[in-house]
């Protein structure tokens, strides 16, 4: 029998790998009339558990399922969810490793993408399903159960997951993995296992598993009686406050949730994931909410009657871990896609798109002719025009981020918060912004002024270190007009460097702005304040008497970008940052800017977090700073509440 792939009775010979890519290159999402192709390209390290299936199969594929070479496979989904995100969800990237480490690499990513409902689909190698030899190389061997591989690392961070055993239980675990790609109540990591054997395994496919399928996205509607009880919430609430989620771009809800807030006459205060919802200037833009948000939103979010989220998990940095919302009545009415997410806080649930439900809210709200029930002086009705009562608190507020952003002095060294006032001077709606760890986050989410929906681009779901540079790939991938910025710690940049290599090798002019401040500044504060005296959070040398209070290491993080292949500008002074973050920004080539900060001025750096953050603290201890910060720890946790 011929190895050459044949046709035959309506069914087509291949190999498993080589018809999964086949069935990869006809699937594609819709939503509201454009479609979208839903694998667009697969990111692949190989070895022996790979190799000879899906890399051959890529190879047969040829330009109809373009390859992608990643340096760590953690670094490859993260970049393909980067891709994801930048695409509204409605395109991702496949990844594919070898068995053993290549694949336990992959569950950092996964986690990161199902906490954040990113689409990705991960395609590991696994052990042989028919156990010639036992173990082969890299299979952890389990004494009591003969099915269990690594790869079962995977269940609980996918969404869906399937070992293919067999190569025809590749046409419903297939199509059950673009069942929940495609479902935004349910996307998230998707695991289809392919032990070695099976994914050379040639096999008769039926015609009918390549015909192009088009999976729609759908936007489900409210259910009419949860929709009327949220009209009575809203129109009843005397001071509601409503808080953005991610929901609200995956949604694309952001000119749906500008008319509402506009009609309702209702603040919006925004989530690390909702960040740009509506653009900074908006009159009802507040900022960011809980414990890196601004002094607006968090006093709105205290005196809320209605706290309205919208896409949002409530995450314990949104709730300043349940002590934020204090109005004694204060109720909650969530609009969620999932309802899991809806029900929490004992809510109202409006289990519906965020885009449909808004406009539904909208337009019952419209139709309202205000009688013997309460109207808000800001609501519809009222027919003066008049600044919110918000904006003076927000004025204050950004007076506080221009002083944080001021940089005079041309030779001074920048503060972290200087060189986001220097990057903020320069982009404009079109930038992209990356971050995901470190202290940057906080300050980010306090400062940064968010121009247009998808500029804000901080992975705060899983917070993870190293997830910055491969998103930057991934989101220029996805926006190859569009100047992409890589804002990274030097601790996060040690943690994953290896994707320079391939911003590189793809020509992506990816913008990389490393901030050396040698060590883990947003750790080293948390320390502080919780009696940990920043042990092993700064990066020196040992001291006379052991302990790492020495000089800082003799590391160049600059050095070590130029050596990986990037272009590298160096800036000592706030006036040189400023011209290289200038040249980086018109750079057509990969391009780093290395930055060493000076610490913040206490009266003139960004504000303090304005809420509390629950990091539990010693119960017992010896060193006065850890008692300390255990009476300060109990006065917080005694303001907390569960909202039943």
Partial sequence: ??????????????????????FLCRQYSERDGARHRLINATWGIFGHGNVAGIGQALLESGAAMPYLQGRNEQAMVHAAVGYARQCGRLSTHAVTTSIGPGATNLVTGAALATVNHLPVLLLPGDTFATRPADPVLQQLEVPTAGDVSVNDCLRPVSRYFDRITRPEALIPAALHAMRTLTDPAATGAVTLALPQDVQVEAYDWPEEFFAERVWHVRRPAPDPYELAEAVRAVRSARRPLVVA??????????????????????????????????????????????????ATADELARDADLVIGIGTRYSDFTTASGTLFRHPDVRFLNINITGFDAHKLAALPLVADARTALEALTTALAEHTPGAEAVRPEAPGAEAVRPAPWAEAKARWERRVDAAFAADDPAARPTQAQVLGLLDALVTDEDIVINAAGSLPGDLHKLWRARSPRQYHVEYGYSCMGYEIPAAIGVRLAAPDRPVWALVGDGTYLMNPTELVTAVQQDLPIKVV??????????????????????????????????LTGPPLPVDLAANAASLGMRVLRADTVGELREALADARASDRPTCVHVETAPDAPLSGPPPAQAWWDVPVAGTATRPAAVEAREEYDRHRADRRRHL
């Fill in 1 to 22: 029998m011929t190895s050459r792939t044949r046709t035959t009775r309506g069914a087509r010979r291949l190999t498993t790998a080589q018809a999964l890519m086949a």
């Fill in 514 to 547: 490393i901030v050396q401040n040698h060590g883990y500044a947003s750790i080293g504060g948390l320390s502080d304040a919780v009696g940990g005296e920043r042990l092993g959070t700064a990066y020196r040398l040992r001291g006379p008497d052991g302990s």
């Fill in 245 to 294: 989620g991610g929901g609200v771009h995956h949604s694309a809800a952001e000119e749906a949730l500008a008319a509402f807030a506009t009609a309702a006459g209702v603040p919006v205060a925004a989530t690390q994931a909702g960040k740009g919802c509506l653009r900074y200037d908006h009159p009802a833009d507040v900022g960011g909410i809980g414990h890196t948000g601004t």
